[in-house]
Every structure is written in structure tokens, then in C-alpha cells.
């Protein structure tokens, strides 16, 4: 058995409270707590590993406790830091839509199980500039940006908030269109806080899962977000109107993976290895990787041209000077003065530098396909 194999068969039998004797005396445990860190899901791992009562060595067990300690410790940090950031967008009349692993981590038997890097809300554009001020009141660092689709804040030393203006990028056009009309679907909680129906929900935690599968990959955590909240949602879920919106946005065929490959790894009749997108997802992590993004776009941007020389030619000069529609969206100012397009071209060079220096190490990896 394969350690991802194990990793995922472990998980399994800890989701459904199942003794498999395959999995008491595997003697690879370095292997699982590094893949656990890689896909950060470092406390569900160790509790499943406790839960089998499989041997760990003291020195690694003193490790892996201290990760899930900091990793609860963050938790905690942020579930007070969700009640604060509620009330302050309250009091400031600033309607917000809380966003992703917010309301995940309720589908999971207990929250430490679920890690989140950060918290992410949806404000109205028109609020950008009164949410960073709230932000900074509250003792945040960081602020707006270029015009694109998030901000980013900090506060020492757990949290990280994205304040989202759009859902997705410009880029992504059919995905960034769709949801220029999210805030008809979602509903008042209270005050100024909003939320989407479970229907819609659902919809938009697929459509997440998929951007970062499509662009740079990502990791077993995304399937087990739908395993939970599949086992806790899914007699509430109108797959009818769901399978709508996924035709809609182009994904019904990615969907429909994604759902086959949640029942493949945690369903009763488990298939762990071979399939495309979950042998990718093993191999990925989290957060996917550089090289997977980098072949994305490249992949995308050189569509149709011949010869492996000018396809990459044609897609750095791409990647270094975005059309006109894109940098409209990110630079605002070139709607009233597109003459300067040069200098906004510029600016987003200087200030992706270190992304430049990453893609031009990346494309010579590429494969033509």
C-alpha cells in the first residue's frame, strides 16, 4: 500500500468509524505526517492515527502534536476574530458575505479539524474603501491594492483576511460574470450579514474547489470539505438546480468528477488511486503548485500557436501585458485615461516582480500539449 493509499483508507475508516487491519501496522508514519502537513490536515490525520492506534515514534508524535497545537491555537484565534469582524461590519452598516472555509469548518465534527489560512468576506466594490478603513481601525496591516478582485490584511500573528470584491477574476470571464450577480442570491442573516443558500453554496465551494484545481492544483483537505459537508447537507441539496448552474458555468463534467471522486476515496466501495483529477490532487497539496499554474497558463495563452519557441514567446509577452479588458479591471484609472496603458503595464511589472522571476523559472518546464 502506497502512502497516499494508506493516508486516504485511514481517513476513511476514521470518517466512518470502520476498523481495517490493513492500516494497524504500517511502519511509513514520517510519510503520512509529512503528506498531513502538505495538505494541511495535520489534527483530522492525528486523530484518525490515535483513533486506529497505530504506533508512532515519540519524537515525531511530540512533532505532529506541536503542529496540531499551533494549528488549534489559530483556530481559536480566528473564531473570536470572525465575532469581532462581524460585529465591526455590523456597526459600520458595511453589508458583508462571509465566504469558504467560514462556514465549512461547521460541517466537521470538530472545528480543529479543519485549518484555514485565512477568513474571507465579500463586500460590495463600493465599500472598498470603508472596509479598509474598518480594517485598519481594527488593527490590521496591509490594505488595497491593485484594483483586482481582493485586498489582503493582516494581524499579528494567526490572522489573515481577504476582503473580496469579486468572487473571480476578470480572467476567468464566464466564472467572474456569473457572479456579478451574487448578492441577488444571498440571504439576511442579521444586521448587515448575508449569507448563500445551501444550494448556492455548494455551487460556489465546487466553483473554488475548481479554479484552484484548474489553475495550479490542490488537495485531499478539498475533498474531505466535501465529504462533510455532503454527509451533512445532502438531503437539503436541490441537485437539479445545482446541475443548472454548473452547465451554466461550463463545469458539469468537472463537477461530476470531483462528486465521483469524493465517493471513490470515502464512499463503500473505495477506489483510491487511478483517476486523473485524484492522483493530481496527491500529488499537489493545499496549494497546489507553481509549475501547475504556470502550465495552466501557458497551455491557455498559447492555444493555437505552432512552434514550442513562439508559443512561449507569445505567452510571456501575454502574461507582461494583459489586454485592455483586464487591465481596465485592475487599473480603474484607464477608463478615463487608456493612454496609460504603458505605464499601468509598468507598475504591474514592478510589482510582480517576484512572480515574473517564478513564471520565467517555471517555463522551462512547460510541456507542449
Not at 30 to 54: P, W
Not at 124 to 134: F, G, I, K, N
Not at 246 to 259: C, D, H, I, M, S
Request: hydrophobic share 40%; charged share 30%.
Amino acid at each position: 500500500m502506497t502512502s497516499a493509499e494508506f493516508m486516504i483508507t485511514l481517513l476513511r475508516c476514521f470518517f466512518k468509524n470502520e476498523i481495517n487491519d490493513n492500516i494497524s501496522d504500517f511502519d511509513r508514519m514520517k510519510d503520512i505526517f509529512d503528506l498531513s502537513r502538505t495538505h494541511k490536515i495535520e489534527n483530522i490525520t492525528l486523530a484518525a492515527v490515535e483513533k486506529a492506534g497505530i504506533p508512532i515514534d515519540g519524537e515525531m508524535l511530540s512533532r505532529w502534536r506541536r503542529v496540531c497545537e499551533a494549528n488549534t491555537a489559530q483556530m481559536v484565534f480566528q473564531e473570536l476574530e470572525k465575532e469581532r469582524l462581524a460585529e465591526a461590519f455590523n456597526e459600520a452598516k458595511i453589508d458583508f458575505l462571509p465566504l469558504k472555509g467560514w462556514y465549512l469548518r461547521d460541517t466537521y465534527p470538530k472545528k480543529e479539524y479543519r485549518f484555514m489560512s485565512d477568513l474571507d468576506i465579500l463586500v460590495h466594490r463600493s465599500d472598498r474603501e470603508a472596509a479598509s478603513v474598518l480594517m485598519k481601525q481594527l488593527g490590521y496591516s496591509g490594505g488595497m491594492g491593485n484594483f483586482g478582485k481582493d485586498d489582503s490584511y493582516n494581524l499579528p500573528p494567526f490572522i489573515h483576511v481577504e476582503i473580496h470584491l469579486d468572487l473571480f477574476s476578470i480572467e476567468q470571464e464566464t466564472w467572474h460574470n456569473y457572479y456579478q450577480s451574487v448578492w441577488d442570491k444571498a440571504i439576511l442573516v442579521s444586521g448587515c450579514e448575508y449569507k448563500l443558500n445551501l444550494n448556492d453554496s455548494f455551487v460556489h465551494i465546487m466553483m473554488n474547489y475548481l479554479k484552484d484545481y484548474t489553475l495550479k492544483g490542490t488537495g485531499i483537505r478539498s475533498v474531505i470539505d466535501f465529504y462533510f459537508f455532503l454527509k451533512k447537507y445532502r438531503s437539503e441539496l436541490d441537485f437539479d438546480y445545482i446541475n443548472e448552474q454548473f452547465k451554466t458555468l461550463g463545469v458539469y463534467e468537472l463537477a461530476g468528477e470531483t462528486l465521483q471522486l469524493v465517493e471513490d476515496w470515502f464512499g463503500d466501495d473505495p477506489k483510491i488511486l487511478g483517476s486523473e483529477m485524484g492522483d493530481r490532487l496527491l500529488g499537489s497539496g493545499i496549494y497546489g503548485t507553481s509549475k501547475e499554474l504556470v502550465q495552466h497558463r501557458y497551455d491557455e495563452l498559447s492555444a493555437g500557436v505552432k512552434g514550442k519557441t513562439l508559443k512561449k514567446i507569445v505567452y510571456l509577452m501575454k502574461r507582461a501585458f494583459p489586454n485592455m479588458k483586464i487591465m481596465k479591471y485592475k487599473y480603474p484609472v484607464l477608463n478615463k485615461a487608456p493612454f496609460l496603458l504603458p505605464v499601468c503595464w509598468c507598475m504591474r511589472l514592478v510589482r510582480n516582480s517576484d512572480r515574473a522571476e517564478m513564471e520565467i523559472k517555471n517555463i522551462k518546464k512547460v510541456k507542449n500539449r
